[in-house]
């Protein structure tokens, strides 16, 4: 992991070129945790940001139509969100299984997505 730094410390500011290579891998990892990752994930466009009517009404109507495990929706959540999602999935929270998956918690505070409360019959 750390032979790139020779190749990474041709592109660092000069004031870099000095730091030890510890130093220099651990500013190239945050710089791309913060910048490069963020951009990478607002480029990529999930289908459930903004689902059509015609997908809701598909999934919603048939108990297993979404199988845990199997769905891109955990991808969707920021990590400091994770405890939403990590509720209703492991914690077999009684309102996705009363009302819907994801329930508003989840939905509202995991996802930040409207359009996705209640829309699954929960089947875990």
């Given at each position: 992991?750390?032979?790139?730094?020779?190749?990474?410390?041709?592109?660092?500011?000069?004031?870099?070129?000095?730091?030890?290579?510890?130093?220099?891998?651990?500013?190239?990892?945050?710089?791309?945790?913060?910048?490069?990752?963020?951009?990478?994930?607002?480029?990529?466009?999930?289908?459930?940001?903004?689902?059509?009517?015609r997908l809701m009404t598909l999934?919603?109507?048939?108990?297993?139509?979404?199988?845990?495990?199997?769905?891109?929706?955990?991808?969707?959540?920021?990590?400091?969100?994770?405890?939403?999602?990590?509720?209703?999935?492991?914690?077999?929270?009684?309102?996705?299984?009363?009302?819907?998956?994801?329930?508003?918690?989840?939905?509202?505070?995991?996802?930040?997505?409207?359009?996705?409360?209640?829309?699954?019959h929960a089947n875990f």
């Open positions: 992991m750390r032979g790139h730094i020779v190749e990474m410390a041709l592109e660092l500011p000069e004031g870099l070129l000095g730091l030890p290579e510890d130093v220099q891998w651990y500013i190239w990892n945050l710089y791309g945790k913060k910048y490069v990752m963020t951009e990478l994930i607002n480029k990529f466009e999930f289908i459930w940001h903004k689902p059509s009517y999934v919603s109507c048939d108990q297993g139509a979404i199988q845990h495990g199997h769905h891109e929706l955990a991808d969707m959540i920021d990590d400091e969100n994770m405890w939403a999602y990590n509720n209703c999935v492991h914690g077999h929270c009684e309102n996705c299984a009363h009302y819907g998956f994801p329930c508003t918690n989840s939905a509202l505070y995991g996802f930040e997505n409207p359009y996705l409360v209640c829309l699954f």
